[in-house]
């Protein structure tokens, strides 16, 4: 769709930037905080980048009036953070700590006197160990019913104060992480406990969503995605049905639960013939329907490309690679695991790639945005976006051109979304300042503000503000006008 003239950005447009508790706060044993899974599970020998933990993170918990300072002179419209559950509920549920909300209190009470809006993430994946230990995490429906009378707490504590509310940051990666590649807590490699796992999670959010209409009518709340689009390699329609399954697999499994209220039906008809569908009882019907976010959170760094599924692709003399001892495909056979039977990933040809071998793909954001509004028919909010780098301080300065025109691109996609018709009311760059990156340190680094510390050491942990900073200022203070 060519657009000769682009629309603006609405008025009001919530220009902001994005981060999460376990990866900037730090003070990990201080104020009666408890120990959330992240805490244990990144001690784990060879499951973080060298180590790396948030134990210490950037200090933001002594240093956000400083950071915040920083978000005022930026003209941040909007900052979204989430809210350490084991800070609040050191065991998940029962006590509550007042040390721990006042630490909240503070925060949000600083970005209101800096006009700023808040925007909280409930979860942004550090479960309160006690319940992993205790319930077996999310397996239980038991964690559900902790999730929602802590979400209930926070709401109506900050009734008033917060408009802006994330039930699930990602629920589809720390799902897929945490359950089925044991890269996440809690380092399980199963199926189909990812799949019941995940319905309960399914329930919570509904929950959450519903509870938070009845606290505040005008609350507006959503879950937050990390949705890329699937790409066939090329016009063959083999590949193009592989895409759609693609979505289907990746995407729409948790999308349309959140916005229409069940599985796609497609999909569901294939786990449940392969033994795999999630226990659904007849009353989680009733509590799925009844959820109506008011807009659908998205995170976007890229999507994927694919190709027919192998086993299909060895009917083609054109394909000689797969061969019966193909250990995964024997694995796919036994139906572990579907996703060999829907499609193969593939390597897109067009485009180019970060040092931490991310596609960079704007055009693929407008994309998304189009196929989510057209799919659901919400507004979006853009709940993280940006680049992760290893920048280099010369001479006190952080010249950070290559973030700059990451950033622009994708901007300028989305202002093409907004002008096909796209409704997005925000956008958060992923992130304010540098923080630890949960799998990658503190090399790998995404924000407008530098912070000194390094893998090994918290050295000063002073904020340097990076050209970027300057740049997204101007940004917001033109509303987008000349990206
Ligand atoms: C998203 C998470 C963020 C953040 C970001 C960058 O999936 O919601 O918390 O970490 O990805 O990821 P990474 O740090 O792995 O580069």
Redesign the pocket.
Known sequence: MYHAILDRFPPGFLWGAAS?AY?IEGAANKDGKGPSVWDVFSKIEGKTFKGTNGDIAIDHYHRFKEDIALMKEMGLKTYRFSISWSRVFPQGEGEINELGLKFYDQLIDELLKNGIEPMVTLY?WDLPLALEEKYGGWLSRKTADAFVEYARVIMTRYCHKVKYWITF??QN?FMQLGYRLAAHPPGKSNFKEMIEANHIVNLANARTITLAHQIDPSYKIGPSF?YGPSYPLNSDPNNVLAAMNADAFNNDWWMDVYARGHYPKVLLYQLEKAGLAPTILEEDHTVLKNAHPDFLGM?Y?HGGTVQVNRFEQKTKSESKRFDQTDPYQMSAKNAEDLEAKLFETAKNPYLETTQ?GWEIDPVGFRIALRKLYDRYELPIIVT?NGL?AQDIVEQGKVHDQYRIEYLKSHLLEMKKAITDGVEVIGYCA?SFTDLL????GYK?R?GFVYVDRDDESERTLARIKKDSFEWYKTVIDENGENL
């Open positions: 999460a990866q942004h940051n990602e990666v990390g995170n760094y931490w993280e992760g992923w990156s949960w799998l990658n790998k995404y």
